[in-house]
């Protein structure tokens, strides 16, 4: 499913670039993803929609957010410090780090991935219609093993 999530961010500038179901169906499937995948990338899709319009009043800035146990067990501990730092940097805002983490519970893996949730947070600003700040995409793209340290 990520991969699918990935060739969309990298096609589409955003959502609504994509053309409609039927036709992306099939432009998936002949770029080589199989039927499945394309499936669980587009009902994540979906959900991700319906995610950001429900998490459009969620807490402002300086509220302290408390996770459920079953966001830990999902999440983990590198995840949620990662979604920290987003927001402690000003980039990551309490509606849309509620969409991130509603769309890491919808993923399915436990514990997600720390690359996995970078997908989400990048999708997550994909389907505002933003462009992630310098700060954001060099988190989400360089690996800190190859960061030069001056």
Do not use: N
């Given at each position: 499913?990520?991969?699918?999530?990935?060739?969309?961010?990298?096609?589409?500038?955003?959502?609504?670039?994509c053309?409609?179901?039927?036709?992306l169906?099939?432009?998936?499937?002949?770029?080589?993803?199989d039927?499945?995948?394309?499936?669980?990338a587009?009902r994540?899709?979906?959900?991700?929609?319906?995610s950001?319009e429900?998490?459009t009043?969620?807490a402002?800035?300086g509220?302290l957010?408390?996770?459920?146990e079953?966001?830990r067990e999902v999440?983990?501990?590198?995840?949620i410090a990662?979604?920290a730092f987003?927001e402690s940097?000003?980039v990551l805002?309490?509606a849309?780090?509620?969409?991130?983490?509603d769309r890491a519970?919808?993923?399915?893996?436990?514990?997600?991935d720390?690359?996995?949730?970078?997908?989400?947070?990048l999708?997550?600003?994909w389907?505002h219609?933003?462009?992630?700040?310098?700060l954001?995409?060099?988190?989400?793209?360089?690996d800190?093993?190859?960061?030069?340290?001056?």
């Amino acid at each position: 499913m990520f991969q699918v999530l990935v060739y969309l961010y990298e096609t589409y500038w955003r959502p609504d670039a994509c053309p409609d179901e039927p036709q992306l169906r099939r432009k998936l499937s002949a770029v080589g993803f199989d039927s499945e995948e394309i499936q669980d990338a587009l009902r994540w899709l979906d959900g991700l929609a319906s995610s950001a319009e429900s998490h459009t009043g969620a807490a402002g800035a300086g509220s302290l957010r408390v996770y459920t146990e079953v966001e830990r067990e999902v999440l983990g501990d590198e995840s949620i410090a990662f979604i920290a730092f987003l927001e402690s940097a000003g980039v990551l805002p309490a509606a849309m780090r509620e969409t991130v983490i509603d769309r890491a519970l919808a993923a399915g893996a436990r514990p997600l991935d720390l690359d996995d949730l970078k997908i989400i947070v990048l999708m997550v600003f994909w389907s505002h219609g933003e462009e992630p700040d310098a700060l954001v995409l060099d988190e989400l793209f360089v690996d800190p093993g190859d960061r030069l340290i001056h």
